[in-house]
C-alpha cells in the first residue's frame, strides 16, 4: 500500500497534479479542501508525512496524527508548528532550508519598488477611473543610492543585498552572528545594531525568523527612530512588526510608508486598517511563491520523505527538530 502524504494547504487541483507529477515512487499525496480544523484533523489521520506552508500545526492536529513521522515545512519559518508536540510524539520536523531564498529576494525588491514609486497606488487608482499625477498619497523616490537596511542577513537578506548591488545602495545588515570582515567586503556590506539601521536606512527590510526575541520587535518606539521619510518592508513574519503601532505610526506621518506580505492573523481579515492606507503595499503572504521555482522546493520535500522511508536522518541543513 501507498505510504500517504497530506498537504494541509488547502493547494489547487493543478498545484496537486504538479506535485503528483514529482511523487517517488510508493507514495500517495492528498491535499486539505478547506482550513477548517476538524478537516484537517480528519484527513491527517492515516498520514505519515505531513507537509506544511502556512498552516499551523498545533498538538491537537498532531495528536489527530497518529502515524506521522515527518512533518515537512514548505518553506522556512517554523512558528506556524508546534515543535514541542512534534518532539512528544517523535515526529522529525524539516524545512526546505534556501528553497525560496532567491524568489522571496526578488519579491522583496518588487515591494520596495511598488512602494517607493507608488505602483500600487497608481494601478489601483487607474483601475478605479481616476488619473492621479498629481495627487500621490507621497513623494516617489528612487532606489538607487538608498541606504537599505536588512535585519536578518540569512539566504534571504543575503540575495536581497546581492540584488540591490546594481542600485549602488549602501547596504547595512543585521544578524545573531556577524560575517568575518572578509565576507563583508566581498558582500559590500556593513553590519550594525538595531537602532543603527532604523536611525540610517532609508528603506527597513525585515527578513529575519519570528521568535521571542524577535516577536513585536517593531513597535511604535522603533518606528519613530526611523527616518520620517523612511519605509519599511516585512517580508519575513508578520508578529515581528506590532501592527497596531505600525497603523498608529503610519497615521502620524512618523514613516513615509510600509508594504507587507505579512500579518500578525493570517488570512489577514478584510478589515484589517493597514490595508486602507494609500502607503501601504500588501499582499498576501506570497513572497515565495514562483511557478519556475516550484519543482525544486517539492524536490526538497520529497528527498527528506524517500530519507525517512530509508531510515535515514534527513538533510542536515533542513532539519529542525
Not at 513521522?69 to 518553506?75: S, T
Not at 545594531?193 to 517593531?218: F, K, Q, R, Y
Request: charge should be positive; proline fraction near 5%.
Amino acid at each position: 500500500m501507498p505510504r500517504k502524504i497530506i498537504v494541509l494547504d488547502p493547494i489547487t487541483a493543478e498545484t496537486a497534479r504538479r506535485m503528483r507529477a514529482l511523487l517517488p515512487a510508493g507514495l500517495k499525496l492528498d491535499y486539505a479542501r478547506s482550513r477548517d480544523p476538524a478537516h484537517l484533523r480528519e484527513i491527517v489521520a492515516d498520514a505519515e508525512f505531513l507537509v506544511s506552508g502556512q498552516i499551523a500545526v498545533d498538538a491537537a492536529l498532531l495528536a489527530a496524527a497518529g502515524r506521522a513521522r515527518l512533518l515537512h515545512k514548505w518553506g522556512v519559518g517554523v512558528d506556524n508548528f508546534d515543535l514541542a508536540a512534534a518532539r512528544a510524539r517523535g515526529i522529525t520536523v524539516a524545512r526546505t532550508t534556501g528553497s525560496n531564498a532567491v524568489p522571496v529576494a526578488e519579491f522583496t525588491l518588487g515591494l520596495m519598488i511598488a512602494l517607493l514609486r507608488n505602483l500600487a497606488f497608481g494601478h489601483a487608482t487607474l483601475r478605479a477611473g481616476a488619473w492621479r499625477t498629481t495627487t500621490l498619497p507621497k513623494p516617489s523616490f528612487m532606489l538607487t543610492g538608498k541606504t537599505v537596511g536588512i535585519i536578518g542577513y540569512g539566504a534571504i537578506g543575503q540575495n536581497v543585498a546581492r540584488l540591490l548591488k546594481p542600485f549602488g545602495c549602501r547596504i547595512l545588515y543585521n544578524k545573531t552572528r556577524r560575517l568575518v570582515p572578509a565576507e563583508e567586503a566581498a558582500q559590500d556590506v556593513r553590519f550594525a545594531s538595531v537602532p543603527e539601521v532604523l536611525a540610517e536606512s532609508d528603506v527597513v527590510s525585515l527578513h529575519c525568523p519570528m521568535t521571542p526575541e524577535t516577536a513585536g520587535m517593531i513597535d511604535r518606539a522603533a518606528l519613530r527612530s526611523m527616518k520620517r521619510s523612511a519605509v519599511l518592508i516585512n517580508v519575513a513574519r508578520g508578529g515581528v512588526v506590532v501592527e497596531a503601532d505600525l497603523v498608529a505610526a503610519l497615521e502620524a506621518g512618523e514613516i513615509l510608508g510600509a508594504a507587507t506580505d505579512v500579518y500578525e492573523t493570517e488570512p489577514t481579515p478584510a478589515e484589517n486598517p493597514l490595508l486602507r492606507f494609500d502607503n501601504v503595499v500588501a499582499t498576501p503572504h506570497i513572497a515565495a511563491l514562483a511557478a519556475d521555482n516550484f519543482e525544486k522546493g517539492i524536490r526538497q520535500i520529497f528527498g527528506n520523505i524517500e530519507r525517512v522511508l530509508r531510515g535515514e536522518a534527513v538533510a542536515a541543513a533542513d532539519f529542525v527538530c
